[in-house]
């Protein structure tokens, strides 16, 4: 919406401020901060009014958690709201990256609402069947991957033109795998749908998953300015993606309502996030991966949510193989809470993981 004040430069020179993807990436970063800060108390008080008992407590979990029965969950439609919002306002919408992200967000956030909603109702841990959540997470992965295999295919630069089925390998330079349009629907949705996924088993701790949420969004965010410019990107050696650039307004928006909502949800949390929260975002940092083209370097920036989800898949297949757990609970974040770490010790060596798994994904780009 501000984007289009730029075309008034010519009347009044300061307006074409608006066309730098960088000052309206940190107008939306203050935007969506601004929206949680103030909004983000009433908000509280209208989910614990609206759920009472609020998010049910695991009676198999760790003894400490359950002093958290009564605080509400659904807080992530807070964070949906101060991005779409502060989105809305500073990106430009003309740009299809940004509704196929955005979309994607959406769906996860409706089908993690739709979860939470259930669980809070019936005060139980059961919500959505599996296999109905995930088809309709596959279904809004492969129309958002067929999208941006569109949009991709149809760019002037010939090159992006020709990269957009292709997957690009982090590390090495100018070698793209073909993976044909269906391929590329299909890989490009199990990175979606793994990384709701995996940020939802993450969301255990107060706080675990925002703040990696937040590096990560940063770190794309980054990335999506580099490849979506072309000096940049012909400097570093990496596929060049069109329009990709527009994916740094709504990256710094997703870092704002991060703040906003850690201040609330730092220990002791007033809310949790919920599935409402964490599927749509980790949908979001898939969408944005396979948008610019690093979906591998995701799995290396998101390494801890990946931990997380493998530890699960690891503990129900020895279980389920030789009756025994490997863990003493998953995901593995409460292995350590078994093991007496307290939670704030377990959250902030986390968060350091994070950020070493950040700045090792950057250097992908240079190391090529």
């Not at 960088?22 to 901060?33: D, N, Q, Y």
């Not at 949680?36 to 108390?41: K, N, S």
């Not at 390998?169 to 590329?184: A, M, N, R």
């Not at 974040?333 to 902030?348: A, D, N, R, S």
Request: glycine letters at 12%; a positive charge.
């Amino acid at each position: 919406m501000l984007y289009e004040l730029h075309r008034f430069a010519d009347a009044f020179q300061p307006l074409n401020l608006f066309s730098y993807t960088t000052l309206r990436t940190g107008g939306a970063l203050l935007t969506a901060l601004f929206i949680a800060l103030v909004f983000g108390r009433s908000f509280i008080g209208m989910l614990r009014r609206k759920q009472g008992k609020g998010q049910p407590i695991r009676a198999d979990g760790p003894e400490s958690h359950l002093q958290k029965v009564g605080t509400p969950t659904m807080g992530g439609l807070l964070i949906l709201m101060s991005v779409t919002i502060s989105t809305l306002l500073w990106a430009n919408l003309s740009n299809p990256y940004v509704w196929i992200v955005l979309g994607v967000s959406g769906g996860f956030g409706l089908i993690g609402f739709v979860d939470d909603f259930d669980k809070v109702t019936k005060q139980s841990h059961a919500g959505l069947s599996g296999r109905l959540r995930l088809l309709l997470e596959f279904l809004i992965a492969g129309a958002a991957v067929f999208g941006c295999a569109w949009v991709a295919a149809g760019s002037a630069d010939a090159d992006a033109a020709r990269a957009a089925t292709s997957l690009s390998l982090p590390f090495v330079k100018d070698l793209l795998l073909d993976l044909t349009i269906f391929g590329f629907i299909a890989f490009g949705a199990v990175v979606i749908v793994g990384a709701g996924n995996a940020v939802n088993l993450t969301d255990g701790l107060d706080g675990l998953a925002i703040v990696p949420v937040m590096i990560a969004a940063a770190t794309f965010g980054f990335i999506a300015y580099i490849t979506g410019t072309p000096r940049l990107s012909e400097y570093l050696f990496v596929i060049q993606t069109p329009g990709t650039v527009e994916l740094a307004v709504l990256l710094g928006s997703v870092l704002g309502a991060g703040l906003g909502f850690l201040w609330w949800n730092a220990p002791p949390a007033m809310v949790f996030m919920g599935d409402t929260g964490s599927l749509s975002l980790g949908g979001m940092l898939g969408a944005t991966a396979v948008a610019v083209k690093h979906e591998i370097v995701l799995a290396i920036v998101g390494g801890l949510f990946v931990l997380e989800a493998v530890s699960v898949m690891v503990q129900v297949a020895s279980f389920k193989l030789f009756g025994k757990r490997v863990f003493r609970m998953a995901p593995i974040h409460h292995h350590f809470e078994k093991l007496g770490w307290q939670e704030p010790t377990i959250v902030i060596r986390f968060w350091i993981i994070a950020v070493v798994l950040a700045i090792v994904g950057l250097a992908t780009l240079k190391l090529r």
